[in-house]
C-alpha cells in the first residue's frame, strides 16, 4: 500500500494526495451505487486502486485510476474484444471501472519456468481468440507510433542502443502490414484462469501489428527471466514457438523485442526505477537480430 500511495503523490502531487484521502468516500459511494459488498484490495498495488469484491454472489474486480483517460482507453478496448477472452466490463463512470472476477485468478506467470511450453501454448491459444474475425474498429485508440516517439527523446545513459532502436522502429513501421487493435501488455500476469478456461485483464488497447503484440509476454516475468540461467534459450524457443504457430518472421519477432527493451528502459529511468532488467534483456535481443 505504501508503494502504491508513493507512487499516487509523486506522479500527481497535491491533487494526487487529495484522490488518496477521498478513495474510502469513493469506494463507499461506488459500493452504494453498484451494489458491491466484501471489497479488500488486491496486493501489489502500483498505480491503480484494486479492489476485489462481489455484487450480488457475483465475484469483481473494482478499479480506481486517477488516470482517467488510460482507464478509458481500457474499458475501450475490452469491450472492443467482448466475447474474445477478455474479463466482461459490468460497469463504469469517471475514473471507476467494475469487471468480472477471474476464478481461481492464477496467472502464468506460476507456469514459470517448469511450465514454460505450455504457458507458451495457452499464449498462443489466447492470442488466437483475441485477433478471430471480424476485424475490430480502431477508432479512438492510440497506435504504437505514439508510444514509440518516446525514444525521440534524448538519453545519454542509452548512446548506440537508442541509436539502434530509433532505427529499427522506423523501418518495421514503414513496413507494417494491416495493423490490428492489440492488447498492448499481454504478459504473464494479465492472462488469468478462470475455470477451466483462461481470460485476459488490462488491455492497454493500442494499434499496431501482431509482432509487436508478442514481446511483451517474451520478456516477462521481468523479476524472474533476466536472473534464469537459461534466458537465452527460453526467450529463443519463445521467439521460434510464436514464429510458427502465428505465420510471423522471427527476425521480425526480435526487432521489435529489442526496440521494446530499449523504449522500456527509457521509461524506468523516467519514472526512477532500476533499468538492468531491461539492458540486460535488450543485450539478448541484439544478439538474436539478423544483421
Known amino acids: 500500500m505504501l508503494l502504491f500511495e508513493n507512487n499516487i503523490t509523486d506522479i500527481y502531487g497535491a491533487a494526487g494526495q487529495k484522490w488518496l484521502e477521498n478513495l474510502p468516500n469513493m ?9 458491491l459488498s466484501d ?25 480506481l485510476s486517477l488516470d482517467t483517460k488510460g482507464l478509458t482507453i481500457e474499458t475501450s478496448a475490452l469491450k472492443a474484444f467482448k466475447g474474445r477472452g477478455v474479463v466482461e466490463v459490468l ?17 502464468l506467470k506460476e507456469f514459470f519456468s517448469n511450465r514454460e511450453d505450455e504457458a507458451i501454448a495457452i499464449t498462443i491459444k489466447v492470442i488466437k481468440k ?13 497506435t504504437i507510433n505514439d508510444w514509440l516517439a518516446t525514444l525521440d527523446k534524448p538519453c545519454e545513459q542509452l548512446g548506440q542502443s537508442l ?15 494491416a495493423p490490428i487493435l492489440l492488447h498492448g501488455d499481454l504478459h504473464h500476469d494479465n492472462i488469468l484462469a478462470h475455470d477451466n ?27 524472474d527471466l533476466p536472473s534464469h540461467p537459461d534466458s537465452l534459450k527460453i526467450i529463443t524457443n519463445r521467439i521460434n514457438a510464436f514464429s510458427k504457430n502465428l505465420n510471423l518472421d522471427p527476425d521480425r519477432i526480435a526487432k521489435w523485442c529489442f526496440v521494446q527493451g530499449v523504449l522500456a528502459t527509457v521509461w524506468a529511468l523516467e519514472d526512477n526505477i532500476n533499468p538492468t ?6 543485450e539478448i535481443f541484439d544478439k538474436l537480430m539478423v544483421e
Do not use: M
Open 91 to 107: 460497469d463504469q463512470t469517471d475514473g471507476a471501472l467494475l469487471i468480472e472476477r477471474a476464478i481461481t485468478g492464477h496467472s
Open 277 to 282: 532488467s531491461f539492458k540486460y534483456l535488450t
Open 197 to 223: 478456461n483462461w481470460k485476459v485483464i488490462d488491455p492497454k488497447g493500442v494499434i499496431g501489428e501482431l509482432s509487436y503484440e508478442v514481446g511483451c509476454f517474451i520478456r516477462n516475468p521481468l523479476d
Open 130 to 142: 483475441l485477433y478471430s474475425l471480424p476485424k475490430i474498429n480502431q477508432k479512438g485508440f492510440l
Open 27 to 35: 469506494v463507499n459511494d461506488l459500493a452504494t451505487n453498484w451494489h
Open 39 to 63: 471489497l479488500k484490495p488486491v496486493e501489489n498495488l502500483s498505480y491503480n486502486y484494486v479492489l476485489s469484491g462481489f455484487q450480488s454472489e457475483n465475484p469483481i474486480i473494482l478499479k
Open 163 to 177: 541509436i539502434k532502436a530509433r532505427t529499427l522502429r522506423d523501418e518495421l513501421l514503414n513496413t507494417t502490414d
